[in-house]
């Protein structure tokens, strides 16, 4: 593809993520569900603990970036399946990497937007963050390589919206618990801290930590949470584009 | 005149079944080029193909130079898509529909503005472009739907049953639509049940079959194929039924259509004589005497078989 063709892309999937937030995410339930989601799971788990409070606003960053920026991305595909809305896409001249990638910039400004609850919920408690520019980076990062997450799950050619959320949650769920949330790094026995390492999740919420609490409270440098969200936003983006390749077929 | 699409031995299976079986037909600038078939024909599959929605088990598709799997997005930029059923997005806007189609077809926004107010108020949808899809009739849909294909003004439109299901008026409209954008020297890729609107606006036909292209023809052309044979049409002045008439040898098929009959016969000339002797010998006269050449629907009947048009 020449310049000129991926800039041309790269325009109409923006047109899809103005699509998606118009008629996804600007939705009062959407967003309340994305706020209030992770807040009560967070509360449920976090009630009459002893924890400091820049710790626990740390946590709740991760998890609120984590199901923000999984929330709508995934049932995209179904819905547009079922509507035939996907037909439209399918004959229009965009390439599938176009249109998965207008889904993601969607979810990510999502995920953006949302992650700005929690940093005001910090503020409110006098947490002030530490590291701004690590925030950010990590945040616009994360977004991005929850949101390629988001994609994988919808990749199952069905038009049934439960069955994607029943396997968007059987995966989501059990990352919470290895991911350094609700129990530091550091106390998980050497098992949980093996398998913290293959959640993408873990390094956000260790660069929240980073970022809230000061430079010795992050488990693994700022460059080992950013380079391994990097190299996760790549893994899932990659597999998103192979697998509807081959699932999308089977919806039209 | 160029050829603006060329199929070649194209073919799609689903597990066994060859749904479209090797089919090679060309599309000239220009043409309005009709497509029919009875339900399970092919005719969707093809289409689906054509416009790259689905990929061929085998064969090639060009539009215009372009291979539909070689080059999807060269080809799909120079095409508009109207599918049979209405795939506007609800959860939006008229004008944001278009608007959307503009953006993924790359049309400026001051190009796109202009096409968007034209078209809608040329459907007679302007008063409604910022309502909701979700609210409108299958026809308001309908119209949306193809000014949704028209916003990248494309140099072939592909009509899947544009007027199926349509009031008279919305099925007028969408006609003279098409009409006018041929007019224009926009190519138009037709698929339809209703033979009359085929013969009204097609300047070519292809009838497939079990997936195969049984004919492939101008109209008029197709009419003469099926042996020069006619329907002489014929009232008398008091009742006959079919079993009253003499034994006619030059005709094949005698049927009853409200007070009339109708005679399918390859000599004309010495029916009418037949039936002027018979009208004399039985005293009776004859009210209403017509010869109706084969229509469309009989070429398709008797290349289908079965004609289960539709």
């Given at each position: ?6 800039s041309d892309?790269?325009r109409r999937?923006c047109a899809?993520?103005k ?234 | ?76 930029q120079?095409?508009g ?12 806007s008229a004008w944001n529909n278009l608007q959307f189609m503009a953006e993924l077809y790359g049309v400026s926004g001051r190009v796109a503005r202009g096409r968007a107010e034209e078209l809608l108020t040329k459907?007679?949808?302007y008063?409604?472009r910022d ?16 000014a949704m294909?028209l916003m990248n003004d494309p ?156």
């Open positions: 593809m020449m310049a000129h063709d991926i892309q790269m999937a899809i993520a699509k998606d937030i118009r008629i996804y995410y600007l939705l009062g339930p959407v967003i309340i569900f994305g706020i209030l989601s992770p807040t009560f799971l967070f509360l449920a788990f976090m009630m009459g603990k002893d924890l400091p409070v820049d710790f626990l606003i740390a946590g709740l960053m991760g998890m609120t970036i984590f199901f923000a920026s999984t929330s709508v991305a995934p049932v995209i595909a179904p819905i547009e399946t079922q509507s035939r809305n996907l037909e439209r896409i399918a004959a229009a001249p965009v390439t599938i990497t176009t249109v998965l990638l207008g889904d993601v910039l969607a979810s990510v400004l999502f995920g953006i937007l949302i992650s700005f609850v929690p940093i005001l919920l910090g503020m409110a408690f006098g947490v002030m963050v530490a590291h701004p520019l690590t925030l950010a980076a990590g945040i616009v990062l994360a977004t991005f390589c929850f949101s390629a997450m988001g994609l994988i799950f919808s990749a199952a050619p069905t038009s049934i919206t439960s069955s994607v959320m029943m396997i968007s949650m059987m995966v989501k769920f059990p990352l919470i618990f290895v991911s350094g949330i609700f129990i530091p790094i550091s106390d998980l026995p050497s098992w949980g801290r093996a398998l913290a390492m293959f959640s993408p999740l873990t390094y956000i919420t260790d660069l929240c930590r980073y970022s809230f609490q000061g430079t010795d409270a992050g488990y693994y440098s700022v460059s080992v949470d950013l380079g391994a969200l990097t190299v996760f936003l790549v893994i899932f983006m990659t597999a998103a584009i192979k697998l509807h390749e081959r699932s999308l077929p089977e919806r039209l | 005149m160029k050829n603006v699409i060329e199929v070649t031995e194209l073919r799609k299976n689903y597990n066994a079944l060859a749904a479209v079986d090797s089919i090679s037909f060309e599309v000239e600038e220009g043409e309005v080029f009709g497509f029919l078939g009875p339900n399970g024909a092919g005719k969707t599959t093809t289409v689906r193909m054509l416009t790259g929605i689905i990929k061929p088990t085998s064969g090639r598709i060009s539009i215009m130079g372009f291979g539909i799997e070689q080059d999807p997005i060269k080809a799909k120079l095409i898509v109207v599918p049979e059923l209405s795939n506007a997005y609800n959860e939006l459907f007679d949808l008063d409604r309502t909701k899809v979700k609210t409108f009739s299958k026809g308001m849909k309908q119209k949306l739907t193809i294909a140099e072939i439109l592909f009509l899947d049953e544009p007027t199926s299901g349509l009031d008279v008026r919305s099925a007028r409209l969408i006609k003279k639509m098409m009409r006018e954008l041929n007019n224009a020297g926009t190519t138009i890729f037709l698929t339809t049940h209703y033979m009359e609107e085929a013969n009204q606006l097609c300047s070519r036909v292809a009838i497939i079959n079990h997936g195969r292209i049984a004919a492939i023809d101008a109209p008029e052309k197709l009419k003469t194929r099926i042996g020069g044979l006619e329907w002489v049409e014929v009232s008398f002045s008091t009742p006959v039924t079919v079993s009253d008439l003499p034994d006619l040898p030059q005709v094949l098929e005698v049927r009853s259509s409200g007070d009339k009959l109708q005679l399918y016969t390859d000599e004309p000339g010495s029916t009418i004589s037949r039936l002027v002797d018979y009208a004399r010998s039985t005293d009776r006269t004859i009210v209403t005497l017509n010869t109706l050449t084969p229509t469309l629907e009989d070429v398709f009947i008797k290349l289908t078989g079965d004609g289960r048009a539709g």
